[in-house]
């Protein structure tokens, strides 16, 4: 099979689209559970088999099936990523270089920002540090009033009202100069509670950078609730109130006193965004985050770099 044979990129999966939105609005977080455990099932093979290395950053269940794939496919081979979650790969090519080209050509083609080289055959040539400088530029401060309000990359997020781990009163806007990382979260999400060890150590590196805020808002439970679970397992992080005690689908209440549906802002739980110094989206990813340390250089550049 030629190179073409082994392309995978996000355009080919709309069937899978299709499938996967109906399972997920069916069962809730089921169907990333399940694609999640396959993706582990498939690396631990591939470990065995001497294979496989570090997962690329940024990557849903569909990335890390064209992942696993990339692994397994005949040399010369070479997988790429872009900032904000797209991918491609070729493989069975005549050289390193001509699959890194075609890849780098298909990744482009779908990309808002520059796609790197993560792989080639089975040597990793990622850098973090250029992963993070990939996320520029950053939007000016009057650029980004100008930027629609949605939670998608390059949008305005909501400005949703809440209070603080203190009980003080805030609202996403109060955090203009920061960089927020907003992650939204429930102690009755058997996801949610796996990846937060992991959290927890980003936190505990970053939380005294300066100009970087960090903001754990529950849904459909108190935050009482999601605070205890914490405190049963030895994990201090700072808890947000959004009120969000509706057992279905809840809302967050907006700061100019109107609602928005949970559903929303967050189609699946856990789900996170990474907002800039002007509160615009630069990271949003539905379900688990397979390496929150690999975040770590994003945040740093953004809190220093972007502007307010």
């Not at 949003?284 to 929150?292: E, F, I, L, R, Y």
Request: aromatic content about 10%; hydrophobic content about 45%.
């Amino acid at each position: 099979m030629k190179g073409g044979e082994y392309l995978k990129k996000s355009g080919e999966w709309a069937l899978t689209d299709v499938r996967r939105a109906w399972f997920v609005a069916e069962s809730g977080m089921k169907m990333e559970t399940i694609e999640s455990l396959l993706y582990r099932l498939a690396i631990a093979w591939l470990l065995l088999a001497g294979l496989a290395h570090a997962s690329p950053p940024q990557l849903d269940a569909r990335g890390r099936t064209g992942y696993a794939e990339f692994l397994q496919a005949a040399k010369h081979r070479a997988f790429v990523i872009a900032p904000g979650g797209n991918w491609s790969w070729r493989g069975d090519m005549e050289s390193p270089e001509l699959a890194l080209q075609a890849a780098l050509q298909d990744c482009q083609s779908q990309a808002r920002r520059t796609c790197l080289a993560y792989a080639l055959d089975d040597k990793v040539v990622f850098k973090p540090q250029d992963w993070a400088q990939a996320w520029r530029p950053y939007l000016t401060a009057a650029q980004a009033k100008q930027a629609p309000v949605g939670v998608k990359p390059g949008q305005r997020f909501p400005d949703l009202a809440y209070r603080d781990a203190g009980g003080r009163e805030r609202k996403v806007s109060d955090q203009r100069g920061r960089v927020v990382l907003l992650h939204f979260w429930g102690s009755w999400c058997p996801p949610c509670q796996r990846e937060m060890p992991d959290l927890k150590k980003l936190h505990a590196r970053l939380k005294a950078a300066p100009n970087l805020q960090f903001v754990f808002m529950p849904v459909r439970e108190a935050a009482a609730k999601s605070r205890a679970w914490l405190r049963g397992r030895g994990i201090a992080l700072p808890i947000a109130d959004a009120g969000a005690l509706a057992e279905k689908e809840g809302t967050f209440q907006l700061s100019n006193g109107g609602k928005i549906g949970d559903r929303d802002v967050a189609r699946v739980f856990p789900t996170t965004y990474i907002l800039d110094r002007n509160g615009i989206v630069l990271f949003a990813h539905v379900g688990p985050v397979t390496d929150w340390l690999a975040l770590e250089p994003l945040l740093k550049d953004a809190a220093r770099a972007s502007t307010d």
